[in-house]
């Protein structure tokens, strides 16, 4: 069978289902009531109840410092258990301080805070970490996580994005500045409906751009691409924001929670206007003088490319002639053809042909002569070093817009976009009921209905769902465990009451995340020893109770952050297009073709850049930095809600013998000999500070000693920066 009859068969296939697609559409879906009754008995699924505000338990015990210690008092004491010991305040301000700000106490703050007697010491500490632009940072980091951010598109290609790293940007100072959630929520569903001209609003819509697209050249299916932006887009509201996994009805009615197919495609009716634009934010002066600038940058490059193509032509015309040969006939003679003599089919061949004969770069690069090679690298080595001076692109917002006509929106028979069903009207999940929010059917309005019944205080899920992300992300595990399933599937709240108060507690402060954020730092079940107790364990073991803090390893980005930081070397440089660092060389060849002499991935032309912080570094979807991935850094391909904790070998690779961690203890060498000179016992003291914010103990002082006599001092400080104590938080 030639190739020409599998693709005439295999478009006859698709006409024939298109067409019982077809035969199978209806008007509008009639089914609604019928839904409505499936419904309706199991609204009563503890996450669709709106939340109430329970009484708090009354205790006359010191160890109850805030609401959050009363509940959780009590489920102890039901269960005949009782809190661990408070953390000594050196490990303390250890804790909190790489909690909230991503970074370790420095010396000085350290013993501030151990000097400080007075009874608010610890409060006051919180609050000015809380006031740090390092704690927008750090929240940050673990909302990018749950918003699946990249700076690239992922799959094959996995294109950069330009523009997306405003977003990125939004969403620190967002958590730094302490944007109520609910605005939170309204600029990043409907930013430029809800605030048209507000540039920070339209940049917050990225959030819908956030997620992986599938983008590849060819001819290709515009129907099926526009449908899977529509399920990213429709996955990621629902898992997100409402903590469903509302996905698993896109082919049918959900197994397991009360969604039927019906309901998921009104949900993404709401969001089917909603069209991926870029937008330019920049004055009119400024896209001007950028224009400007691009055009003197293309001068620079263009004497250098014409000498490259020149070097290259001959080789290109030889690679081309001996594809030529190997051409099938018809192609050949559908190429030979005047474009204007071509038929349909000739065109299509003469394109085929063309991309038959199109010389890729790597197989001119095999055939060039060594001599002639060199050059050409050295002519690029020269573009490289040019393409620093290239003007950043003309400030430019990666958001939505709505589109100029409405699509109807269909069920689609097992999630095909080639077998439409009945239409549905926008609307929401028909399990929330109670909230007095309209959908609009026109093609604006969409987005902004969708955020602010998303934003309702009446909302049964919207505040749960939040203050339960905040509670995992500082002590170990949600009160429900699954952070993006509330669903029947999803884990059953530990501690229902307190959960309900937190959400409605939540409300009540005007939405603010550090208020709740605040309130679980500074309760007494936060301060609790990590270490363990078999007694307590053998009715416990889960730690399901809270009486002692979760013992949690640093994420792989606060990890780096952290070596940078004791060894004085990181840059707090905030927000900016993303840094690419130097990547180990045999991870280069393996991803960019071994041998290739041009630079695939350029660093930035500045080192001290490369000492940013790892919320900074390109997030490559693709290609991860093996530290980062290692540390188990989500590939950002769906949403996480909570990282995952691996342990597996090379991670001791990565700290021992990476060049990044070797790098990294011979600075921290190098700050421990600038600060102490060759006094042996300050440079101990001085390292355990640093990393530890502690001075050793006797034992660990004459350990250090004895090894520093046979050994350089970047191996002692390379030893310390492997301790669990560094790698863990207190």
Request: glycine content about 4%.
């Amino acid at each position: 069978m030639t190739l020409s009859t599998v693709r005439r068969t295999t478009l006859f296939i698709v006409v024939l289902l298109a067409a019982a697609a077809a035969a199978l559409a209806v008007d509008r879906y009639k089914d609604d009531a019928k839904d409505d009754a499936w419904v309706a008995p199991r609204r009563n699924f503890w996450a669709f109840r709106k939340p109430t505000r329970p009484e708090v338990p009354q205790h006359h015990n010191a160890w109850v410092r805030n609401p959050i210690d009363a509940f959780l008092l009590s489920a102890m004491q039901s269960k005949k258990l009782t809190p661990s010991a408070g953390l000594e305040k050196e490990k303390l301000i250890r804790r909190v301080t790489l909690d909230l700000t991503g970074l370790p106490p420095t010396p000085g703050e350290v013993d501030l805070f151990v000097a400080d007697a007075s009874p608010d010491a610890y409060e006051k500490l919180v609050d000015r970490l809380m006031r740090s632009p390092h704690y927008g940072e750090r929240l940050g980091l673990r909302w990018l996580d749950i918003a699946r951010y990249a700076d690239t598109n992922g799959f094959e290609q996995d294109a950069e994005r330009p523009h997306a790293w405003r977003y990125r940007d939004y969403v620190v100072r967002a958590f730094q500045n302490d944007k109520p959630y609910d605005l939170f929520i309204q600029e990043q569903i409907a930013g430029d409906e809800l605030f048209p001209g507000n540039n920070e609003a339209l940049i917050a819509t990225g959030f819908h751009r956030a997620g992986p697209i599938h983008i590849v050249g060819g001819n290709q299916d515009q129907e099926m691409n526009r449908q899977e932006v529509l399920t990213e887009m429709t996955t990621a509201v629902s898992n997100v924001f409402l903590g469903l996994t509302m996905q698993c009805a896109r082919c049918h009615n959900h197994k397991f929670d009360p969604i039927p197919q019906s309901d998921y495609y009104k949900l993404q009716a709401l969001l089917a206007t909603t069209d991926l634009k870029d937008k330019v934010i920049a004055a009119e002066a400024e896209q001007k003088a950028h224009e400007a600038a691009v055009a003197a940058y293309k001068a620079r490059l263009k004497p250098i490319e014409d000498q490259i193509k020149e070097i290259e032509k001959p080789y290109r015309e030889q690679l081309r002639a001996e594809k030529y040969k190997t051409l099938e006939g018809p192609f050949r003679a559908a190429l030979e053809l005047p474009k204007d003599k071509r038929d349909k089919e000739q065109q299509r061949m003469a394109r085929e042909a063309e991309a038959q004969l199109k010389v890729s770069w790597d197989e001119v690069l095999a055939v060039l002569p060594a001599d002639v090679k060199a050059r050409r690298a050295g002519l690029r080595r020269q573009l490289h070093k040019l393409a620093y001076t290239q003007p950043a692109p003309v400030r430019t917002a990666f958001a939505v817009t709505n589109m100029e006509k409405a699509a109807e929106t269909h069920i689609l028979k097992v999630g095909d976009h080639r077998m439409k069903l009945a239409t549905v009207e926008p609307g929401f999940p028909r399990v929330i009921s109670g909230l007095d929010v309209p959908a609009p059917t026109g093609v604006s309005g969409r987005r902004a209905a969708l955020a602010k019944w998303l934003s309702s205080k009446e909302h049964p899920l919207t505040a749960r769902v939040m203050v339960n992300r905040i509670w995992a992300f500082r002590m170990g595990s949600g009160l429900v465990k699954t952070g993006n399933d509330f669903g029947a599937l999803g884990s059953r709240p530990s501690h229902p009451q307190l959960l309900d108060w937190l959400a409605t507690e939540f409300m009540a402060q005007g939405w603010s995340v550090k208020a709740i954020d605040r309130l679980i730092v500074t309760s007494s079940a936060y301060r609790q020893a990590t270490a363990d107790d078999k007694a307590k364990s053998a009715m416990d073991g889960e730690n399901k109770y809270y009486w002692r803090m979760n013992r949690r390893r640093l994420d792989g980005e606060i990890l780096r952050d952290a070596m940078l930081a004791v060894n004085g070397h990181l840059n707090t440089k905030m927000g900016g297009r993303p840094i690419k660092v130097p990547i180990e060389p045999e991870i280069y060849d393996i991803i960019f073709t071994e041998g290739e002499p041009d630079n695939l991935w350029p660093v930035d032309e500045d080192p001290r850049q490369y000492d940013r912080r790892s919320i900074y570094l390109l997030n490559k979807r693709t290609v991860r930095l093996p530290m980062l991935q290692n540390f188990d850094q989500p590939d950002a391909m769906s949403s996480c809600p909570v990282r995952p904790v691996s342990t597996h070998a090379l991670q001791a690779l990565s700290l021992m013998n990476s060049d990044f961690a070797v790098e990294q203890a011979q600075r921290f060498a190098g700050r421990l000999t600038r600060e102490c000179s060759a006094d042996r016992g300050c440079q101990v003291r001085r390292a355990y500070k640093l990393a530890l914010a502690r001075l050793p103990r006797g034992v660990e002082m004459t350990m250090a000693q004895e090894f520093l006599k046979g050994a350089p001092l970047e191996d002692f400080a390379l030893a310390l920066l492997n301790r669990n104590e560094f790698v863990y938080i207190p």
